[in-house]
């Protein structure tokens, strides 16, 4: 079992910035390829960006090619997103997922079905 905690969303204005962070519990952290989906009120989950077990793939979503980056420390069991230039399309809530099946040390994925935990969500509301 592999418990994701997200945190850093909140309330910004247009243009600005945020930071989210996804700690795993799983001591095998490293091993994981892991993920960002967002899901908008009426809306479907979608991909955001996704990252390899090494660090070295990293993709993501056009709407988001840019303006964010995932990154990950597989030290802290922690993967992040950098969010630049935020706006109000942006405003959903933001889950982590985290694919525990085995992929290339280079490969990421950005199919829900994909993954097999998942973070409760934290919202990110982008003001105009």
């Known amino acids: 079992q592999v418990q994701l905690v997200e945190s850093g969303g909140g309330l910004v204005q247009a243009g600005g910035s945020l930071r989210l962070s996804c700690a795993a519990s799983?001591?095998?952290?490293?091993?994981?390829?892991m993920g960002w989906f967002r899901q908008a009120p009426g809306k479907e989950r979608e991909f955001v960006a996704a990252?390899?077990?090494?660090?070295?793939?990293?993709g993501g979503a056009d709407s988001v090619k840019g303006r964010f980056t995932i990154s990950r420390d597989n030290a802290k069991n922690t993967v992040y997103l950098q969010m630049l230039s935020l706006k109000p399309e942006d405003t959903a809530v933001y889950y982590c997922?985290?694919?525990?099946?085995?992929?290339?040390?280079?490969?990421?994925?950005?199919?829900?079905?994909?993954?097999?935990?998942w973070g409760q969500g934290t919202q990110v509301t982008v003001s105009s």
């Open positions: 997922a985290a694919r525990v099946r085995p992929l290339g040390a280079n490969v990421y994925v950005s199919e829900i079905s994909a993954y097999d935990y």
């Open positions: 799983a001591r095998a952290f490293s091993s994981y390829a």
């Open positions: 990252i390899s077990r090494s660090g070295r793939g990293t």
